[in-house]
């Protein structure tokens, strides 16, 4: 049974910084590409950034987070982060991990493309 368990969320000035964690369980991590997304009352779920199966530099991000946000992973500790810095008020929200089903899969943008996901985290970011 896969698991997925955010961390990290809490209530920030704009400007600051936050690092989300995602513990996974249920999975050889390094073979599962993940992702983070984050959600609004009455919005959809909107994609932030994802990171491959592969980890490295292989990552894509969302234009409204590029050069501020920053994902990476430690297989050896089941986890994914999130840096976020320079937060902005409009990107209060709760924030998500999730992963995909299949392994050494590519990196989707939607999600549709992930099978699980974790219960989320809230961020808030006052101005």
């Known amino acids: 049974q896969v698991q997925l368990v955010e961390s990290g969320g809490g209530s920030v000035q704009a400007g600051d910084s936050l690092r989300l964690s995602c513990a996974a369980s249920g999975r050889t991590f390094s073979m599962y590409t993940m992702g983070w997304f984050r959600q609004t009352p009455g919005k959809e779920r909107e994609y932030v950034a994802g990171?491959?199966?592969?980890?490295?530099?292989?990552?894509y991000y969302a234009d409204s987070v590029k050069g501020r946000f920053t994902i990476s992973k430690d297989n050896a500790r089941n986890t994914a982060y999130l840096q976020m810095n320079s937060l902005k008020p409009e990107e209060t929200a709760i924030y998500y991990c999730a992963i995909v089903s299949t392994p050494y899969a590519g990196l989707p943008t939607h999600e549709r493309g992930y099978a699980y996901w974790g219960q989320g985290t809230q961020v808030t970011v006052s101005s």
């Open positions: 990171i491959s199966w592969s980890g490295g530099t292989n990552t």
